[in-house]
């Protein structure tokens, strides 16, 4: 009788034991939550964040960090694009106006777009092995690669302050802006580097997950037929078909 007890006891012990190392595991996890610090927005709860150590597997997490700090990058040679384009209006005047204005746009327009368009693609892809979002990714981020190499270019009017602008202002005497834009053209020029480097590894990513074009065609009509706004259409185009046939007869 007591060495049943004991080992009862013992037993007890030890699930008590594996309880605290869950719990010491849940909070881990949840100090690792929230990455990328932006919302995952969905109709079910607003407010919930990305947890990348649960959603991406853990040989794709490097990249996918890789790819949001890209993102960050870009995100701040654009606000640094914008004070160069400003300096620049304040010295040249009207030759300056065009590219403030563009540059100006491009930081309240492709700040957002890029991460909805480019970069939430490829972690759903990461997450959830989509063969659509993969292509999706591809698609958009090959264009994203020519835009930045066309910004380091800096070609006047363009709204980017590259190589050629800042060679112009160079020539203008106009050395302190010029060296901000030569600043600014570097920056282009290593973010195409980065880009076109982080294009192989998801694209290496993508080869060994077994994702194809016919998977992602599969994945498109499954996503089209179980949309309920396309449902919804569908029953009404049938019901307005089947009343006006009624009605023909």
Same mark, same amino acid.
């Given at each position: 009788?007591?060495?049943?007890?004991?080992?009862?006891?013992?037993?007890?012990?030890?699930?008590?034991?594996?309880?605290?190392?869950?719990?010491?595991?849940?909070?881990?996890?949840?100090?690792?939550?929230?990455?990328?610090?932006?919302?995952?927005? /969905?109709?079910?709860?607003?407010?919930?964040? $990305?947890?990348?150590?649960?959603?991406?597997?853990?040989?794709?997490? @490097?990249?996918?960090?890789?790819?949001?700090? %890209?993102?960050?990058?870009?995100?701040?040679?654009?606000?640094?694009?914008?004070? /160069?384009?400003?300096?620049?209006?304040?010295?040249?005047?009207?030759? *300056?106006?065009?590219?403030? *204005?563009?540059?100006?746009?491009?930081?309240?327009?492709?700040?957002? /777009?890029?991460?909805?368009?480019?970069?939430?693609?490829?972690?759903?892809?990461?997450?959830?092995?989509?063969?659509?979002?993969?292509?999706?990714?591809?698609?958009?981020?090959?264009?994203? %690669?020519?835009?930045?190499?066309?910004?380091?270019?800096g070609i006047p009017?363009?709204?980017?302050?590259?190589?050629?602008?800042?060679?112009?202002?160079?020539?203008?005497k106009n050395e302190?802006?010029?060296?901000?834009?030569? %600043?600014?053209?570097?920056?282009?020029?290593?973010?195409?580097i980065f880009e076109?480097?982080?294009?192989?590894?998801? $694209?290496?990513?993508? @080869?060994?997950?077994?994702?194809?074009?016919?998977?992602?065609? *599969?994945?498109?009509?499954?996503?089209?037929?179980?949309?309920?706004?396309?449902?919804?259409?569908?029953?009404?185009?049938?019901?307005? *078909?089947?009343?006006?046939?009624?009605?023909?007869?």
């Open positions: 009788m007591k060495q049943r007890q004991e080992e009862l006891d013992r037993k007890a012990e030890e699930l008590r034991m594996k309880e605290e190392q869950l719990q010491n595991m849940q909070r881990t996890v949840d100090k690792v939550k929230n990455f990328p610090p932006l919302p995952k927005f /969905c109709c079910a709860n607003p407010c919930f964040y $990305h947890d990348i150590s649960v959603e991406i597997p853990i040989e794709s997490q @490097r990249n996918c960090r890789m790819l949001f700090y %890209i993102w960050q990058l870009y995100v701040f040679i654009l606000l640094y694009n914008f004070i /160069c384009a400003l300096a620049l209006l304040c010295t040249s005047g009207k030759n *300056g106006a065009t590219t403030f *204005g563009v540059a100006l746009l491009y930081v309240f327009l492709f700040s957002p /777009c890029s991460f909805v368009m480019w970069y939430r693609p490829v972690y759903k892809a990461l997450a959830n092995d989509s063969s659509f979002n993969y292509m999706l990714f591809f698609f958009i981020f090959f264009f994203q %690669i020519v835009c930045t190499v066309v910004y380091a270019l009017a363009f709204g980017t302050c590259g190589w050629i602008n800042a060679a112009g202002e160079m020539d203008n302190g802006v010029a060296a901000m834009m030569f %600043i600014c053209a570097a920056l282009w020029t290593v973010l195409a076109v480097l982080l294009l192989k590894r998801i $694209h290496g990513l993508y @080869r060994r997950s077994g994702a194809s074009m016919q998977k992602a065609q *599969g994945e498109f009509a499954k996503d089209v037929m179980t949309n309920k706004n396309v449902q919804n259409a569908a029953a009404e185009a049938v019901k307005g *078909g089947m009343q006006q046939g009624t009605n023909t007869y």
